[in-house]
């Protein structure tokens, strides 16, 4: 009886599962993998760190698929204290890092109002990793002093881009779809247009791509696809020196097959 009392409600780890190369997983993200009953992930995690999931633990995606409609966040909250009120140990899989712009806090605001116990395993977030993995270090000695983590998802109207003008390393995230408004915002604001600019799309995936150019030229170099970053700032200018590193890193498929 008292055993049963105690496994009454479970735990929901609000998890971080990096930006995508399987190998940026937080030794203890493969932990409570390795041992969680429930999995519930978004779209930008790698299959490689869901592999990590114990046998016989249920996954449970969702994320948005294709052009389908994502699963409404109170559905999601719902699910997640309906899992660990049946006792269950959950892990809440979010792509990067689960309080940058995914709605970590959120779910955990919704957890501790339901009184469910919850723990967060912060990730490494593609804000950082992304722009890395293009040979872009977000601040430089003497060229840029501060980076800005912002969404792109936000009107023209507030003081939002003329704050975001001034940054000296701009990182954007949502962007990719907007890219026209974003760029306009920003030479609006002031920003000048031969400021160096990145796109990183599928920062650290094996299928990874970077388009460089100027904030003048980012809309004409093609259309985006997601998940995409825009870089604006000096930083950008390092790509040229630094960028070969990730052509050459060893991908995830070659890594397994290296431990075998
Ligand atoms: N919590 C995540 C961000 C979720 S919001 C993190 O910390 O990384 C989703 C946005 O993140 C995407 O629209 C895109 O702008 C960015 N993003 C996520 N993964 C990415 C990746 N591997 N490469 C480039 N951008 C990525």
Redesign the pocket.
């Known amino acids: 009886m008292k055993r049963a009392t105690r496994k009454a409600v479970g735990t929901v780890h609000l998890v ?1 599962a990096g ?2 190369d399987p190998g940026l997983l937080t030794l203890r993200a493969a932990e409570l993998l390795a041992r969680a009953d429930v999995v519930v992930h978004d779209r ?1 995690v790698h299959p490689d760190v869901l592999r990590r999931a114990r046998s016989g633990a249920r996954l449970i995606f969702v994320g948005k698929q294709g052009g389908g409609e994502q699963v409404a966040q109170d559905e999601i909250t719902a699910l997640l204290i309906a899992q660990a009120r049946l006792g269950r140990e959950v892990v809440r899989l ?9 709605r ?1 806090g959120e779910e955990a605001l919704a957890l501790a109002e339901a009184q469910v116990p919850f723990t967060i395993v912060p ?1 490494v ?3 950082v ?2 722009p890395a993995y293009a040979g872009i270090p977000v601040t430089h000695r003497e060229v840029a002093s501060a980076v800005t983590f912002a969404t792109a998802h936000r009107g023209a109207g507030d003081s939002h881009w003329a704050h975001l003008a001034q940054a000296p390393t701009l990182v ?5 779809r907007k890219l026209d408004e974003v760029v306009q915002a920003l030479l609006a604001n002031g920003r000048p247009g031969a400021t160096p600019a990145a796109i ?6 094996e299928h ?1 791509r970077v388009l460089e150019g100027t904030l003048a030229t980012l809309p004409d170099l093609g259309p985006v696809g ?4 825009i870089v604006v700032g000096e930083v950008v200018r390092l790509r040229g020196a630094l960028g070969a590193w990730a052509e050459l890193r060893e991908r995830p498929a070659a890594r397994a097959e290296a431990r075998r």
Do not use: H, N
Request: charged share 10%; hydrophobic share 40%; aromatic share 12%.
């Open positions: 971080g930006p995508g930008l979010k792509g990067g890092d689960p309080f940058v712009f995914g970590g990730g977030s593609s804000g990793a992304a954007l995230f949502m962007g990719g990183v799309e599928a920062g650290s995936w990874q997601s998940p995409a970053l």
